[in-house]
C-alpha cells in the first residue's frame, strides 16, 4: 500500500481480495477492468485505483504477472509446446506471448525453460509448498512492459553513443 492514501477499509479489501482470487484462479480468462469493478460492485476507476493501493500494481500487471509466473511453472514442469502454453495462460498470440514473456523475464520462454530445469530439480520441489515455490518464481512487475522497452532501447541508444565517440577519437 502506497504511504500517502490510508488502508483501504475491511469490507473493500475483501472486494479486491475476492477479484484477486478470481484472477488467480482463473489466469487464462480475460480479465478487463470493467468485469473485475462489476464482480465488486465498483466503478472502474475506483477499483482500478483500490486495487493498485491496496496491492501494489494496476490488475492489469498483477494478471501479467500471474500468467508469466503460470507459465513459467508449465515450461519447467512440462514438456507442453511453446504455443500450447501460451494458449493455455491466456494469450492469443504466440508474438505477443513470446515478447511479453522476453520483457519481463529478460529471455525467451525456451532460453527460461532450460534455466528453470537446470536451476531447480524436481526432487527438489516435491516437499516445498507451492505458494512459496510460486512466490519464487513471481516476476516483478513493478514498471509498466513498455518502460521496460524504453529502458532497454534508452540503454542500447547509449552504448552506440559511446562506441561511436570512441570512434571518432
Known amino acids: 500500500m502506497s504511504a500517502d492514501r490510508p488502508a483501504p477499509s475491511p469490507a473493500l479489501l475483501r472486494r479486491l481480495l475476492r477479484a484477486r482470487d478470481r484472477m488467480d484462479a482463473a489466469s487464462e480468462e480475460a480479465w478487463p477492468v470493467q468485469r473485475l469493478a462489476d464482480l465488486c460492485g465498483l466503478t472502474e476507476a475506483y477499483f482500478a485505483r483500490a486495487f493498485k493501493s491496496a496491492f501494489g500494481l494496476p490488475p492489469h500487471r498483477y494478471l501479467l504477472s500471474r500468467r508469466i509466473e503460470r507459465a513459467c511453472a508449465l515450461l519447467r514442469d512440462t514438456e507442453l509446446s511453446i504455443t500450447e502454453i501460451a494458449l493455455r495462460t491466456g494469450w492469443d498470440s504466440l508474438g505477443t506471448f513470446g515478447r511479453t ?8 520462454p525456451a532460453a527460461v525453460r532450460e534455466q528453470l530445469r537446470r536451476e531447480t530439480p524436481v526432487q527438489a520441489l516435491a516437499g516445498m509448498p507451492l505458494c512459496h515455490l510460486m512466490a519464487a518464481h513471481r516476476p516483478d512487475l513493478r514498471s ?3 518502460e521496460k522497452r524504453r529502458q532497454a532501447a534508452a540503454a542500447t541508444t547509449a552504448t552506440s553513443d559511446t562506441h561511436s565517440d570512441k570512434e571518432l577519437t
Do not use: E
Open 101 to 108: 514473456f522476453r520483457d519481463i523475464t529478460g529471455s525467451h
Open 144 to 146: 509498466a512492459v513498455s
